[in-house]
């Protein structure tokens, strides 16, 4: 029997699980509800930005080595050439700094540590007392210098070895009292199997009154 319709059991909406449904109807029966994608649920999730290019000075080494194209791994290699060339740099310059400070100051053979022995030699001497004046106010200091940023200029000293192996070293230094002023001279030389210079003489040569 066919049914016939009226504007009363026109198609209606109705809310079943949780969607509007139509139906020409009254019935009990399930709406079959057609779902469709809409733009806020395509895609998995937020759309990525992309990266920033990796150059030689732009590169952080967050990006994969797997994920660089060529020229970006190029840029990374040269980077990290230059910093690997930086340490080694560095490496030697620290090197050569601690080899010449050992070699001219904690070394036995360091005209530094000659020219310290020397020096407390003749303030310990009665005798360069009675000259100079109180060892206290002694001040000993290498070649006189006109600059005035600088008070005394290098400590004059020489050292070579003969031909029997035995090194001479030489040295002058200027010292000054509070009643004279005077030039250091000093001569060593250690011969081969020792370990330390032995003076030859160590002289003090004192200004005229």
């Excluded at 139906?23 to 895609?43: D, E, H, N, P």
């Excluded at 030389?189 to 005229?208: C, H, N, P, S």
Aim: hydrophobic fraction near 35%.
């Amino acid at each position: 029997m066919s049914a016939k319709y009226t504007l009363r059991n026109l198609p209606q909406l109705f809310y079943s699980e949780g969607r509007y449904c139509k139906s020409a109807i009254r019935s009990r029966s399930r709406c079959t509800v057609r779902s469709y994608a809409t733009q806020k649920s395509l895609g998995t999730g937020p759309a990525k930005t992309p990266r920033k290019l990796v150059t030689v000075l732009g590169d952080n080494g967050k990006v994969q080595w797997k994920d660089l194209s060529i020229r970006e791994k190029a840029a990374r290699t040269t980077q990290q050439s230059f910093n690997l060339g930086v340490i080694v740099t560095g490496l030697l310059m620290t090197g050569g700094v601690a080899y010449l400070l050992y070699t001219e100051v904690f070394s036995s053979d360091s005209k530094t540590r000659q020219f310290n022995r020397a020096v407390d030699r003749i303030r310990a001497d009665s005798r360069v007392k009675e000259v100079l004046g109180s060892d206290s106010k002694i001040r000993a200091f290498g070649e006189p210098t006109s600059s005035r940023w600088a008070r005394a200029g290098p400590i004059a000293s020489t050292l070579r070895r003969d031909s029997t192996g035995a090194e001479h070293f030489q040295m002058h230094f200027n010292v000054e009292g509070s009643m004279r002023s005077g030039v250091v001279k000093l001569y060593m030389i250690r011969t081969q199997g020792q370990t330390d210079f032995e003076y030859k003489y160590l002289a003090l040569d004192v200004q005229g009154d």
